[in-house]
T-cell receptor, first 113, second 116 residues
């Protein structure tokens, strides 16, 4: 089956960079995503990367993908208090015809002043 | 506003009751989903419908019955509610992804179900 793992907590100081890591097991992954969940809200898509790419940058966000090791990371530059949330990685494989998104366990990011 | 909207936002009920959660999207998507988020924030897919047809059905008790009257609506009916059903239920939608497509999921704000 598909497993996606993340570390549970990350604490950083405002202005520092945050790096959230994710590992997955599905060899058929086509796209990998990062979602943000603020308290009491749904999941908001932040960015995604195609499995044939190894890096994608989008303003303060940098996604790195090591397909060989099945390792995905999200770097947030100049982290702000508004970035405090739970971050989920998700992978889309070919299960369910490609419609199934499997989510990681989520990483709670806490930004301290 | 274009969005995925779920009702109700909060649902408190007693064990043994039957309840429904409604979901509607106006994004023009043809595929809708129900996800369950437990107390540890773990998200797991329950069902997916494409154009009113069931395409993903994970291991979910028969007490859960999704219904899709049209491609913009996917409702979730739960019979004989149990304590373990307490969770946040998220509806989502996307275009259909066939073997390599990339239509990201758009989520509703969730329905917090508490069974007492």
């Amino acid at each position: 089956g598909e497993d996606v793992e993340q570390s549970l907590f990350l604490s950083v100081r405002e202005g520092d960079s945050s790096v959230i890591n994710c590992t997955y097991t599905d060899s058929s992954s086509t796209y990998l995503y990062w979602y943000k969940q603020e308290p009491g809200a749904g999941l908001q898509l932040l960015t995604y990367i195609f499995s044939n790419m190894d890096m994608k940058q989008d303003q303060r966000l940098t996604v790195l993908l090591n397909k060989k090791d099945k390792h995905l990371s999200l770097r947030i530059a100049d982290t702000q208090t508004g970035d405090s949330a739970i971050y989920f990685c998700a992978e889309r494989g070919l299960t369910g015809g490609g419609n199934k998104l499997t989510f990681g366990t989520g990483t709670q990011l806490k930004v301290e002043l | 506003d274009t969005a995925v909207s779920q009702t109700p936002k909060y649902l408190v009920t007693q064990m043994g009751n039957d309840k429904s959660i409604k979901c509607e999207q106006n994004l023009g998507h043809d595929t809708m989903y129900w996800y369950k988020q437990d107390s540890k924030k773990f998200l797991k897919i329950m069902f997916s419908y494409n154009n009113k047809e069931l395409i993903i059905n994970e291991t979910v008790p028969n007490r859960f019955s999704p219904k899709s009257p049209d491609k913009a609506h996917l409702n979730l009916h739960i019979n004989s509610l149990e304590l373990g059903d307490s969770a946040v239920y998220f509806c989502a939608s996307s275009h259909l992804n066939l073997g390599g497509g990339n239509s990201p999921l758009h989520f509703g704000n969730g329905t917090r179900l508490t069974v007492t």
